[in-house]
């Protein structure tokens, strides 16, 4: 099946900061999303990009379907961004496989 | 706008007990996915189904079983459980398989002691 990778596995930033993190798909994908889970456990819908580029206030999201990897960036960091960023895809199945995370902290 | 629905929000058993947990999808979502994720795991797919009809199977357990009923909401059912099936069920739906956009419930939290 798909693989899913995700980078980097952590990141700590300091308030205001801003952050690329990436994810790698090992085929050809029809449906990418980026979810944010936060620390009650919700997952969050960022952005529905199996290609091009889209922006949601400070976040934005880039998908190379082409070269199989997505880019979520996250501009002038705030403490409620902390969580975990997870990376979903469907190669054509029935279902989403989810990369590992990226678990992000937002010091103040 | 209404979102998927998840029941119970958290669920206390013992071994060997049985669970049922509850998703209603968005209105007019005709797929349904169960994703179970265990403490700093990523969520894994237990099952899915389209229009009533199983559509896809992933690492669910021979002792849970899931069906979508008429009106398209879906039950997961687990039995004899075990400390290992502790973890966060989510149910998410889609309009359509595989190219629409998934929408997740806010989980079922499963303690089994």
């Known amino acids: 099946g798909i693989q899913v990778e995700q980078s980097p596995p952590d990141l700590i930033l300091q308030e205001g900061a801003n952050s690329t993190l990436r994810c790698n798909f090992s085929?050809?994908?029809?449906?990418l999303q980026w979810f944010h889970q936060n620390p009650w456990g919700q997952l969050i819908n960022l952005f529905y990009?199996?290609?091009g580029t889209k922006q949601n206030g400070r976040l934005s999201a880039t998908t190379v379907a082409t070269e199989r990897y997505s880019l979520l960036y996250i501009s002038s960091s705030q403490t409620t961004d902390s969580g975990v960023y997870f990376c979903?895809?469907?190669?054509?199945?029935?279902?989403?496989?989810f990369g590992p995370g990226t678990r992000l902290s937002v010091l103040p | 706008a209404a979102g998927v629905i998840q029941s119970p929000r958290h669920l206390i058993k013992e071994k060997r007990e049985t669970a049922t947990l509850k998703c209603y999808p968005i209105?007019?979502?005709?797929?349904v996915y169960w994703y179970q994720q265990g403490p700093g795991q990523d969520p894994q797919f237990l099952i899915s189904?389209?229009?009533?009809?199983?559509?896809d199977k992933g690492s669910i357990p021979d002792r849970f079983s899931a069906q979508q009923f008429s009106d398209y909401h879906s039950e997961l059912n687990m039995s004899s459980l075990e400390l290992g099936d502790s973890a966060l069920y989510f149910c998410?739906?889609?309009?359509?398989?595989?190219?629409?956009?998934?929408?997740f419930g806010e989980g079922s939290r499963l303690t089994v002691l």
């Open positions: 998410a739906s889609s309009d359509g398989q595989g190219a629409g956009e998934l929408f």
């Open positions: 085929d050809s994908v029809n449906n």
């Open positions: 990009i199996p290609s």
């Open positions: 979903a895809v469907d190669n054509y199945g029935q279902n989403f496989v």
């Open positions: 209105p007019r979502h005709d797929t």
């Open positions: 189904f389209y229009e009533k009809m199983q559509s």
